[in-house]
Nanobody
Framework: QVQLVESGGGLVQPGGSLRLSCAAS????????MGWYRQAPGNPRELVVL???????NYAHSVKGRFTISRENAKNTVYLQMNSLKLEDTGVYYC?????????WGQGTQVTVSS
């Protein structure tokens, strides 16, 4: 079993920044991807970014150049630095850890971009 604990959400004005963190604990295999999805009201959950155990990244087009993911393998932790936030970045951000056999999810953290 894997547990994911997210932190760092909140309210920010357009153009502002936030940093999300996600720490994984439990029975974690050595080869896995971690990252973030988000869900806005009335919309399906969508990929924000994933990072592999080797450091390869896959960003959604809408966040490229504004969001940066980083990973501390020794701590099983990922960080998402979000800059130049837009109104449309509002939503619940879910941390995920993905192995060859299972996908694990955090409870989600709210990010609200509003003036």
């Amino acid at each position: 079993q894997v547990q994911l604990v997210e932190s760092g959400g909140g309210l920010v004005q357009p153009g502002g920044s936030l940093r999300l963190s996600c720490a994984a604990s439990g029975s974690i295999l050595s080869n896995y991807s971690m990252g973030w999805y988000r869900q806005a009201p009335g919309n399906p959950r969508e990929l924000v970014v994933l990072i592999s155990s080797g450091g390869s990244t896959n960003y959604a087009h809408s966040v490229k150049g504004r969001f940066t993911i980083s990973r501390e393998n020794a701590k099983n932790t990922v960080y998402l630095q979000m800059n130049s936030l837009k109104l449309e970045d509002t939503g619940v951000y879910y941390c995920t850890l993905q192995t060859w056999s299972m996908d694990y999810w955090g409870q989600g953290t709210q990010v609200t971009v509003s003036s």
